[in-house]
């Protein structure tokens, strides 16, 4: 199974947009967007992959591998660099700051402990079919406002 995610705001902070697409045995299982009168960039790209996860806790099979595209460095390294390390210091970076949305990151490991997961950054508007759907449904969420 493959999920691909992105967000993304109208200014930074701004109304803001996100959006999954999974993929299951090469087909399309789902896909659902949403929007944020006043967010930020990142909490848009946290909340893609929140919202796919909560979607397939609901009745997957934990055991099955699923693979996370994300064009978000900060979504990728976060989860598989950053994150043991901010719990360690008390939810505080390297340089001694309270990390933010620390809410949404809390939300997302739970979630991913369910899971067995990898996690795969790709590179944002270079053609991938997923990233694009996923793209063009943030534009759509956005706009909804």
């Given at each position: 199974m493959e999920i691909y995610t992105d967000g993304g705001c109208s200014?930074?902070?701004?109304?803001?947009?996100?959006?999954?697409?999974?993929?299951?045995?090469?087909?399309l299982f789902a896909e659902k967007w949403g929007a944020e009168k006043l967010t930020t960039n990142n909490r848009m790209?946290?909340?893609a992959v929140i919202a796919a996860l909560e979607f397939l806790a609901m009745d997957e099979k934990k055991e099955e591998k699923i693979a996370v595209y994300t064009d978000s460095q900060y979504?990728?390294?976060g989860i598989t660099l950053w994150l043991a390390e901010w719990k360690k210091k008390g939810w505080k970076t390297s340089d001694k700051?309270?990390?933010?949305?620390?809410?949404?990151?809390?939300?997302?490991?739970?979630?991913?402990?369910?899971?067995?997961?990898?996690?795969?950054?790709?590179?944002?508007?270079?053609?991938?079919?997923?990233?694009?759907?996923?793209?063009?449904?943030?534009?759509?969420?956005?706009?909804?406002?």
């Open positions: 200014g930074n902070p701004g109304p803001g947009g996100w959006a999954y697409v999974i993929i299951k045995d090469g087909n790209e946290l909340q979504v990728q390294k700051k309270p990390v933010k949305n620390k809410d949404l990151w809390q939300r997302l490991e739970a979630l991913a402990e369910l899971f067995p997961l990898s996690w795969v950054w790709v590179k944002g508007h270079a053609g991938n079919k997923y990233n694009e759907r996923c793209d063009e449904l943030t534009r759509k969420a956005i706009v909804s406002l």
